[in-house]
């Protein structure tokens, strides 16, 4: 059996998932391509530290027994919610026993650590049974494999329905025809998890939630590439986060508009590279996802800031426990609309849609969009919104709430610039300033952000008075003009603060 190491190859992949029940229906679809798939058993054995070194480093190794060959894959860019372009290096082995010197001849280095490579253990299995099916056209050849069956742990397991559109020759834009075509017969939901993540959160016990990843956007990347470094981070924190939000977990509900709003902002921030005609309709539809979400955020943010201190001083007044079962309620009902909201047709067909435009949409044949360099532009965009937020944030004090909530909005999106642009300008001294500008832009957006939950609140509130609750308890719950008082404080200082900063991406 060959150990030949047979080097680094590029997977252009695009990953969907189905429910068991419709498993048969996209065998039917997929027997009007190809008759008869090739049927492979597959067993996966993934090897890591007991720390998780490689995971951490964004990096798979995994050992595949397929009929009577072994195969040592290692995958890089695990994680990062790219749809494509991951590097991937695979070689034969006699067994289970992993190939060092092929590891290492990888170039990663997390493979130089000697210590990690004498860690290395299996630490899960997927067992699926793969059927593969082959189109062929006059543009294109695609691979489609459907994997059913499961990802294991010494304790836990968890099912495992995916559809893989491997792109073998041809343009991007393939894929993702195919994948329409399909989408419309069965209901297929765009995936950013890999096998080996799944396995990973057995592990963990099934983390619910994920926060932005960092952003990795070179400084010699054109505007195009920039954007869509950014866009897949962005689509990657809202996927990763719909499991947790359908099971009612605040953290991930607020994670998952925040990847919502991160990639409204990023649309925002290019929008003279992003302009199509495709560009409004997909804003519009990213628009009413997070809107989908809103008023559950809203009741999550009165719970936590309101009603649970609240219960500890008073839990056994009645009318703090009806006002409890009210709001509860509420929040029960907000949170069965915005899982009816994303698992509608329309969520999953505009996170395929919004996918696509990024990766291939009409945009994409902008010049500026392919020449112009980023840094320049980012310059040029990170300076008009610091100009913007020191001529609004003026008058904190005297303006009002709506023209303070329209500061907020301007703050987050330069938050979220300067996050996207880190690795952008990353000399010492740039770093420096950026770490300093961004510690002030969360403390100004959360001072901000606290004045206008308290806006929602007082709404919420006097919703639920209309609705019969008693006032006395109506006015306990209104929260104190100190408070209000002291976020605004907090509010003008970092101002301040913020308008005397050194701008980072200054050369």
Known sequence: ???EFEGEQQELEL???????????????????????????LISTYYDTEAHALRDAGVALRIREQADRFVQTVKAGEGNGALFDRSEWENDVPGHAIDLDAVRRTGLSIFEDKNVLGALRPLFETRVDRRLYAVSGEHSDIELAVDCGE???????????????????GEKIELFRLARALADVVPLRLSVQSKSERGYALLDGAAYE???RSVQVPADASCGEAFQIIARNCVRQVLANEAGM???????????????RRLRAAIALFDTIVEDGERTRIKAELKWVTNELGLARDLDVLGAEVFQ???????ADANVAAAQRHFEDRRADAYSAAKAAIKSDRFRNVMLEVTEWVEVGPWTQNADALQLGIEDFAAHRLRRLR????????????????KRHKLRILVKRMRYAVEFFAATFATEKQAKLHADMLDVLKDLQGALGSLNDIVQRDKLIEDAAEDGLDAALVSHLHEDRGARAKHLKLAEEAYEKFAELKRFWKR
Do not use: N, Y
Not at 15 to 41: M, R, T, W, Y
Not at 151 to 169: C, F, G, Q, W
Not at 309 to 315: F, I, N, R, S, Y
Not at 394 to 401: C, G, M, P, R, T
């Open 1 to 3: 059996m060959s150990t």
């Open 15 to 41: 990953k969907l998932e189905f429910d068991a029940g419709d498993g048969a229906l996209l065998e039917h679809c997929l027997s009007k391509l190809q008759s008869q798939p090739h049927i492979q058993p």
């Open 246 to 260: 359908c099971k009612g977990r605040a953290e991930a509900l607020h994670q998952m508009r925040v990847g919502l």
């Open 387 to 402: 100009k913007k937020i020191k001529r609004k944030g003026k008058h904190l004090k005297s303006v009002s709430d709506a």
């Open 151 to 169: 990802v294991a742990t010494a304790r836990r397991h968890s099912p495992i329905m995916e559809l893989e559109l491997e792109l073998k020759r």
């Open 309 to 315: 201190p609240l219960q500890k001083v008073h839990g």
């Open 210 to 212: 994920e926060k932005a």
